[in-house]
């Protein structure tokens, strides 16, 4: 149990120690820091701690949001600390010295807490201050300061704003004005039931699954409760975020299945929609296949763009100059927020159409909205990038290596090479390589040794292509040529088998390797690194996979094809969830919550 030592006189009448256990706190008192010290080295080393100033006045969700959320070590609100047990020596420093100095048999001067936080700052430790809005959060100096403060928390409804809170500051329209409104209060129901957010998504991808059966029936009221189902699907995806931050309930694994499934979903259904509408005798896989690839590779581009531009100093430019003025515009804002079809405008349109018309129309309306939302965004990241003066770093050109995912071919071509591409021939290799390597496969015949020749021209592009530090303006390209590259091959090659199972082994083999890169770009932005050296290794990087599928093509049969693939997709997703699975349950994993993607 985590353990909130009270430091000062006690205040008659404050609410401060009652508050501190209903957040599950066991509660301390110590008269000033040698005390409080003393209480700090006795509570459990596994357990979080808090130094609170028993003169505090503030919203319990202030304390709720300064002392709980498990994602910062440090962390602090006006009046009160906390530390978990990664950070429990910084903040054991921090108190020691204020009791050496002496300062400790004074709190009634000013706040113990504050001046342990101060002390953190000067160590050169980050503090995590959450943004409390309308909540208060305060240590009055005398009684008319403490009447006043507590008016102001009187002025302000707690449960209000912490519902207020559960929803994301920013978010798509659809998701905004017809999930919202309503999710929260589902969320809120759920948190004091004590559901957990963990629970709600495992909800979500079943609601998902059922809906995507449902599709695979083929029939018109199939398609329909699939239509109901998605949406429904996507008012549990809602909610478990919304109780995660309702609650301050993030984990580990919480990360990872927000992160993931959401995908799994939305691939899954594809394959519904392909299997209902080949009940109906309409092939749409190659459609499906499509969908997934054009999806996957536009969020590689918004992946790869944040990361190259995570850190970059001198940042500027006039094109994010012009997006931010817009942004300032209300209308724009949500305009400019539905043409590029994030998550809630996608599925309420999959939905709708695949209630109202064919898998086939389904499919070709997603992809040309998704291929318009693409090019709007592509555009626009590439505007900005020529036009801004950044420097980008070490870390951010690691992270770029990283979602490349080359393999054992492309650094053994890497090092007999020996040298690298200047500039924007770095980008413009890259697309030559995935486009010759994709026209080869697409526009021969199967069986044909011209896809594999193609394969090992790419092989070599690949390699010249990072064969140097990702630092220039468009390298961030890079990582989306690449994916473009590998899957759409994979498509094409299935395509040209004309056998029935080529296609949707392709797609159980494209779904495999994307959610590796799933899984790379989480990793990475959980501060964690990209996936082991080995996993890539053994999956054989990009270049590998692509080289292998031509290979494949030119010296099997359609038929034999199709198997392989099938034997491909299966090692490929049973190697890479293994290793995914076991990092992300483990306790060195982040402790993540997606709150900003909303595709």
Known sequence: MPTAIVTGPPVPGSPLENDLRSLGFDVRVAADAAEAETLLAAAPAGDRVALVDARFVGHPHALRLGLTDPRFPLAAVPGAVTAQPAARQALTRALARETSAGGGTAVAVDSLADRIVTALD??????????????????PADPQARNEARQSVAAVDDEAVRLKSAVKSRDGFFTTFFISPYSRYIARWCA?????????????????????????????????????????????DCTDGQIARYALKYSTLGAWLDATFDRAKEYAYYAGLALGAARGGDDVWALALGAMILQTCRHVVDFSFTEANHDATANTSPTAALSDKLDSVGWTVWVRRMIVLPIGERWALIAVLTAATTPRITFCVLLIGCAFAATYTTAGRVLRSVTRKARRTDRAAQALADLADSGPLAEAVERVVNRGLPGLAVPAVALLGAAAVVACSALTDFGGVLPAVGALGYVLTSALAVARPLKGALDWLVPPFFRAAEYGTVLALAGRAGVNGALPAAFGLVAAVAYHHYDTVYRIRGNAGAPPAWLVRAIGGHEGRTLLVAVLAAVLTASQFKVALTALAVAVAVVVLVESIR??????????????ETA
């Open 583 to 596: 990092f992300w349950v483990s306790a060195g994993a982040p402790a993540v919550h997606d709150e900003g």
């Open 192 to 236: 004091r039931r004590g559901l957990t957010p963990n629970q709600v998504t495992t909800a979500s991808l079943l609601t998902a699954l059922i809906a995507a059966g449902c599709a695979a029936t083929g029939t018109r009221g199939g398609f329909i409760a699939a239509g109901a189902l998605l949406i429904a699907s996507f008012v549990l």
């Open 122 to 139: 000067a160590d050169g430790s980050e503090v995590h201050r959450p943004e409390l809005g309308s909540l208060v959060a305060a240590v």
